[in-house]
């Protein structure tokens, strides 16, 4: 396991500095490309070397352009997408394919970054009538952490809904019965609606959507509190929105996971490092940037028919959560 003071002497701050960052520490004045770098190396020296693939699919992809849904502010806020990014730029770099970055603005891209570039990757949602324009102007289109209903389009991203109840059985299995959800609408989300009412738990006054980022996940934590229903654990969208029920948590007067118990979604490299240490579902961000560089290599060699890649998680199991019913560890 990676530790602050190996992310602080890679980077040349103090293990200080670097644990306010990972803990989005709002009083701290610190530069955005500081702040980026302990984000990108914390997220870089928990990954695993790819293992070493033949390079002769390579030929005729020699440069990848890599569209965000995300502005470069926002994709810190979710260090998830940071190592999404890397594992497509470390697995371009061990191919010596050049990559051209073109974050998310207000207005659409420049068309001939995508037309100069042999293939693009696609990273998150878009809408059907961007993903349309995007397919229309690349050679080669691959999107990751999002799967288009277009099925011309190649893509790979988590299975969230299976994600989401392997958690919750696991959960059960634990002894939680009283569960709130707090995030985005998306996949996860519904999932988590169908199977807890179909154990007959579901609640919908435990039940809030909205911003993503800690303040989101503090905000929303404070409101269910508020409804004062039976509650023993909370299961947020991501690992940013876990900090910010840590802080709500905390304000209650609430320990974790004694009083209530957290699990998220991502396994960023915060989540080690939270009191107590964050449960949370690992997606496989890295390797899913791996596996969009090797689907744009298949379709440049030739391929043809779609393909959609559906890669599996693991739950990360932490003391934020009892290690089985009726004890807290």
Known sequence: MVTIKEIAAAVGVSSATVSRVLNYDSTLSI???????????????????????????????TKLALVHFLAPERELIDPYYVALRLGIERRCAMLKIETVKVYHTDARPDATLLQDASGVIVIGRHDEEETEWLRRHARQIVFADHVPPDDRIDSVAADLPAAMEKLLVALAQRGYRRIAYIGWGDRRAQAFVQWMTAAGWFDDRLFRSGDNTEEGGYRLTREILAERRPLEAIVTFNDSMAIGTYRALDEAGLAIPQDIAVASFNDISVAQFLNPPLTTVHLPAEEIGETAVELLLERVGGRELAKRITLASQIVWRSSTRLQAGKNP
């Not at 955005?32 to 695993?48: D, M, P, V």
């Open 31 to 61: 530069s955005t490309r500081k702040r980026q770098a302990i984000i990108e190396t914390a997220e870089a020296l928990s990954y695993a070397t790819p293992r070493a693939r033949n390079r002769a699919n390579q030929q005729g992809l």
